[in-house]
């Protein structure tokens, strides 16, 4: 959440090449509204009964989708820094009592998910993945370029 956004405004301040800044800001929209969707869907209780809304972790998939983003950005020196601190995050609401593990692994699926689909749609030549939602569920296009 909150560390994904500094970073987002990091990037948007310090980073010449916008790309980079806007593929972050898609990839965490898309991440939000989907995780969210995907938590009414599957209302999941949370450990301790809390709610239902434990399925999948919305801290740690914005945590896997802001790694995965930056590591397309600025190679492997950033994912050396930004995966481990994506998987505290997703450890931390499991200790906290957020969070299942199935939680945690779901939620670090969709952000990588959502962070790969984004970077390919600004590549003309390459797959390109459109997540949108319609008629209250989720859906994907696919398509390549030849």
């Known amino acids: 959440g909150l560390g994904s956004a500094l970073t987002l405004g990091t990037q948007y301040y310090f980073d010449s090449d916008s790309n980079h800044w806007q593929n972050h800001a898609r990839t965490?929209?898309?991440?939000?509204?989907?995780?969210?969707?995907?938590k009414y869907a599957f209302g999941e209780q949370r450990p301790g009964n809390k709610n239902y809304e434990s399925f999948p972790s919305g801290?740690?998939?914005?945590s896997f989708a802001t790694a995965?983003?930056?590591?397309?950005a600025y190679g492997y020196k950033a994912a050396l820094i930004a995966?481990?601190?994506?998987?505290l995050v997703g450890l931390s609401r499991m200790a906290d009592d957020m969070h299942w593990a199935s939680d945690v692994v779901g939620g670090a699926f969709m952000g990588i998910i959502m962070a790969?689909?984004?970077?390919?749609?600004?590549?003309?030549?390459?797959?390109?993945?459109?997540?949108?939602?319609?008629?209250?569920?989720?859906?994907?296009?696919?398509?390549?370029n030849f």
Not at 28 to 38: K, P, Q
Not at 68 to 72: F, M, N, P, V
Not at 83 to 87: F, H, K
Request: hydrophobic share 35%.
């Open 28 to 38: 965490i929209v898309w991440t939000t509204l989907t995780v969210t969707g995907m």
């Open 68 to 72: 995965t983003s930056l590591t397309y």
């Open 116 to 144: 790969r689909a984004c970077e390919q749609n600004d590549k003309p030549t390459a797959a390109s993945w459109t997540p949108f939602i319609s008629n209250g569920s989720f859906n994907v296009y696919y398509t390549k």
């Open 59 to 62: 801290h740690t998939a914005i």
């Open 83 to 87: 995966y481990p601190v994506a998987a």
